[in-house]
């Protein structure tokens, strides 16, 4: 099997596809490479297309009124850039940065029409996506509204994507925790004292500089939801 047809086979909204028609979608894919640092895209630009990663990490950010860099989210392997302006028609005013060398896979936004016109429930899976994606901001609005930076501290964890390791689900923070600490509004030293309190409080254990496992998983559900 080749790249571009493992970047659509991973990538949930096309998971209720069968492999046959998995690969009838990977014909109309494109795999791009961005290096660590390259702009994948930028404000004003007509980006017409659909990003699903493969691999990496890919900030995507907006300049607020003020000029400072808002970073809205960043985005990882399977998950997928560019669905909401194809929904709505909307060109996107946002920057995606890569955070490392990236592997993506590009869909034209007419290919993607065709491609929903094929297979319908693609539509659906979309929509899910964005529906889970509002549900994971909301709960952060709600703890950033709290003034509770423990709170919002962890929001983020629980919706960083994890994996399982030896019983845990274990989260890589992915950026810096200064870029993190402006995503959260708060500063670099006060994300680190909160991490520490979450860790001592038995919710959380940090291993290393970016690795984060969740003991706690509804304990920490709790911290986050504002009172």
């Known amino acids: 099997m080749s790249e571009r047809d493992l970047c659509v ?12 028609e998995q690969l009838r979608v990977a014909d109309f894919a494109r795999p791009i490479l961005a290096a ?15 990003l699903v990663m ?3 990490q890919v900030k995507i950010s907006h300049e607020s009124a003020n ?14 850039v560019g669905e909401r ?13 890569a955070l490392e060398d990236s592997r993506m896979c590009v869909f034209d936004h007419s290919d993607l029409a065709a491609l929903l016109r094929e297979y319908p429930d693609i539509s659906q899976r979309m929509l899910r996506t964005l529906s ?3 549900s994971s901001v909301e709960r952060l609005l709600a703890a950033i509204t709290s003034s ?37 509004g ?17 919710l959380i254990e940090l291993d290393g500089r970016r690795n984060v496992r969740i003991l706690d998983i509804d304990g920490l559900e709790r911290v986050a939801t504002p009172r």
């Open 9 to 20: 086979t991973r990538v949930p909204i096309f998971q209720g596809l069968t492999l046959q």
């Open 36 to 50: 660590k640092g390259e702009i994948v895209y930028g404000p004003g630009q007509p980006v017409s297309r659909l």
């Open 54 to 56: 493969h691999s990496g």
């Open 67 to 80: 000029g400072q860099e808002q970073i809205l989210r960043t985005v990882t392997d399977g998950d997928v």
């Open 85 to 97: 302006a194809f929904l709505t028609g909307h060109r996107s005013n946002d920057l995606a940065v």
């Open 132 to 134: 889970d994606r509002l």
């Open 148 to 184: 509770d930076v423990t709170a919002r501290v962890a929001a983020y964890l629980l919706d960083l994507p994890g994996s399982m390791r030896e019983g845990t689900v274990t989260v890589t923070l992915p950026m810096a925790k200064q870029e993190i600490a402006a995503y959260l």
């Open 186 to 202: 708060t500063t670099p030293e006060t994300l680190s004292r909160r991490l520490a309190a979450l860790s001592a409080s038995g």
